[in-house]
């Protein structure tokens, strides 16, 4: 059911171009493209990565045989911050033509001869355990493996045979201390034959692009002068040994087969979506759903039956002139309301905070209707980049009406704040991993014309619309808080242990945190093991439900805290409501050390670098949500009471 639906979103949006008519609608970047018998279909190389390094390099980093021309093409923001550097190769694959065996960059039969310093290379990125990415008419190579288990439910107990597939093929394998490198490719594409009137040519799309890579030596490759070869029978062929002390002679070959599949256009993604189980995510999330809502329809029913007792017994008018005692909540209403320390700093992160959550809002919910889908590389970064640079005029009119509802007066120094503490801080953590990443030659690193245009658009776009923005929110009205503040500040009494705020970041963030860390496994899986993501229907739902736990945590920790007569509730609520992301961190060491094969000094800089970066974020989005939900508690419980 629920991998049902996700793919039925995905397929809405890739059938709106799906139609023969010549004046179609298509939607950016997923338009199919229609072949004849003999086309060429381009073979093109994105980049090289593993979960071992997370150092992404380009595709001739390596001694790979190259065209005459080499050809890059113009990659959006997206694309430029993930790696990737998409170039041709010169692979020659034909529409619907089998190859047996064509040997690439040789000349007179002559086989490649990679120096000392290649073969060093080379066995460098096989023994990092790199793999190699290639598109087909914007499809992503996969390596299809197959597994075999025993049927339990025969008496014979015979073996099934299970398919899997892996995005990208591996560029080589280790073997008792030897090194091995995957010279020939077995390309399979599958085509689907599009219906056509009888007087027409067919045509073709295709659907599914796979490979399955071979290690084949020198000796065992039979070639001619047409640059054909032969490829030996059975498993009578040794693998291409690369020693990385001295020179080595290979070949590299490849074949083409095509297939015709049923398998129409605009479902052609469902093989690289359902390369994770699904169904488990599926209950994993209904479980969480399940949890969460009952613990949180528990908490709301007790913190209302409380509230109402507690409203009802401040409100009794009695005709003794000995009235009762203030205590609890309604005793500190005359603090309540008192300015925290900080409150430029304060109001500047909230309005952060706000920028976030619009833009991870939208985000989830256009990629929820298939309108970010993985055809479009790149399209989910560069949205999320400019989204939050739109969106600052949202975060600067929440904080500047913030700041003076904190009885604020220097409203542009606030606004600069606002538009460069958070973006400041992310320019320049990443500034510094990406100095890092330059040494080791890695496409991953941004370039310097891409720094200048994330600058540009930084302090042209972002900056102008949060002064815009605080502009308008320091003008508004302040927020009308239903209770005056005295001049004085009483005194607070002794706080128990459990008021403790470490304390109450552990207490706080354990509920947020079990309604999303399954969704967060996967996310860490796409983001540090290259895997395709795209269920957001599931992290919309989940979304939600951070939304509200957050919210009902952040209630009940500051109606505790008020009953406790501690009425510096501000910058207490903002640091406990965003509990959650200490334990996102604690999860992020554990996957770490129990999932990553991560042990040379950059690739775990950079892991925990930009891990701080998803924490400090997530911190900031939870944090906000909880302390708008604390406050607009805060502002009804003390309207509902009588203040003389």
């Not at 501000?570 to 965003?578: D, E, I, K």
Request: net charge neutral; charged share 20%.
């Amino acid at each position: 059911m629920a991998a049902v639906m996700q793919v039925w979103w995905l397929r809405s949006m890739l059938l709106l171009s799906f139609t023969y008519d010549t004046s179609a609608f298509y939607v950016p970047g997923v338009a199919p493209i229609n072949f004849h018998q003999n086309d060429p279909v381009e073979i093109k190389a994105v980049k090289l990565t593993s979960s071992r390094t997370q150092l992404p390099y380009e595709y001739y980093s390596l001694p790979f045989c190259q065209p005459v021309r080499i050809t890059y093409k113009a990659e959006n923001l997206g694309e430029v911050l993930r790696g990737d550097r998409i170039v041709n190769t010169p692979f020659q694959v034909l529409m619907n033509s089998e190859k047996k065996c064509e040997v690439l960059c040789s000349q007179s039969s002559k086989p490649v001869t990679l120096t000392v310093e290649q073969s060093r290379l080379v066995a460098e990125r096989i023994t990092e355990d790199y793999y190699v990415h290639l598109i087909a008419d914007n499809l992503p190579v996969a390596t299809r493996l197959e597994l075999y288990s025993n049927n339990r439910d025969s008496d014979d107990k015979k073996k099934e045979k299970d398919v899997q597939f892996e995005h990208g093929y591996r560029l080589g394998f280790t073997d008792v201390n030897k090194i091995y490198l995957h010279n020939h490719l077995s390309f399979i594409l599958y085509y689907h034959r599009e219906d056509m009137e009888e007087d027409q040519e067919h045509t073709y799309r295709v659907v599914r692009f796979e490979v399955i890579p071979q290690s084949i030596r020198l000796e065992d490759l039979k070639t001619d002068e047409k640059n054909s070869c032969t490829l030996p029978e059975g498993t009578n062929s040794s693998p291409q040994e690369i020693d990385p002390t001295k020179e080595n002679q290979l070949y590299f070959t490849y074949s083409v087969h095509w297939e015709e599949s049923d398998i129409k256009w605009a479902s052609r993604w469902d093989t690289y979506l359902t390369m994770s189980d699904v169904q488990i995510h599926w209950f994993s999330i209904i479980n969480s759903v399940v949890v969460v809502f009952f613990l949180s329809g528990i908490l709301s029913m007790i913190i209302i039956r409380t509230l109402r007792k507690d409203i009802a017994n401040y409100n009794k008018e009695d005709d003794i002139e000995d009235t009762m005692e203030e205590s609890g909540w309604k005793l500190v209403h005359g603090d309540v309301f008192r300015p925290p320390q900080y409150p430029m700093i304060l109001s500047s992160l909230l309005g952060s905070g706000i920028q976030l959550f619009c833009m991870i809002l939208i985000v989830i919910f256009v990629a929820m209707l298939g309108m970010l889908s993985p055809s479009s590389r790149g399209a989910l970064m560069t949205t999320a980049c400019f989204l939050f640079m739109f969106m600052g005029v949202f975060g600067g009119f929440s904080a500047g009406r913030l700041y003076r509802t904190l009885k604020g007066h220097r409203w542009k120094k606030g606004a600069f704040c606002t538009a460069t503490l958070y973006p400041g801080v992310v320019f320049g953590i990443c500034f510094v991993l990406n100095c890092f990443i330059w040494g080791k030659h890695s496409s991953g690193a941004v370039p310097f014309p891409t720094m200048v245009a994330l600058l540009c658009m930084w302090f042209g776009i972002s900056l102008p619309l949060v002064y815009l923005g605080y502009y308008f929110g320091f003008r508004k009205q302040p927020y009308d808080n239903p209770v005056r503040t005295n001049q004085i500040p009483r005194q607070i009494p002794e706080q128990r242990w459990y008021m403790n705020r470490f304390v109450g970041i552990l207490m706080a963030g354990i509920l947020p945190f079990g309604a999303m860390f399954i969704e967060l496994f996967f996310i860490f899986s796409a983001i540090w093991e290259n895997q395709f993501y795209y269920l957001f229907g599931f992290l919309f739902l989940v979304f939600i439900i951070l939304v509200v736990s957050c919210s009902q945590i952040s209630i009940v920790m500051v109606y505790f805290q008020l009953c406790a007569e501690d009425y510096r509730w501000w910058w207490r609520n903002f640091l406990v409501s965003g509990g959650s992301a200490f334990y996102v961190l604690v999860y992020a060491i554990f996957y770490f050390v129990n999932k990553l094969d991560i042990v040379e000094f950059i690739p775990s800089l950079l892991y925990f670098g930009y891990t701080a970066l998803m924490v400090l974020s997530f911190w900031l989005l939870t944090g906000t949500i909880g302390f708008y939900a604390a406050y607009m508690f805060v502002r009804k419980i003390y309207a509902a009471v009588k203040i003389d």
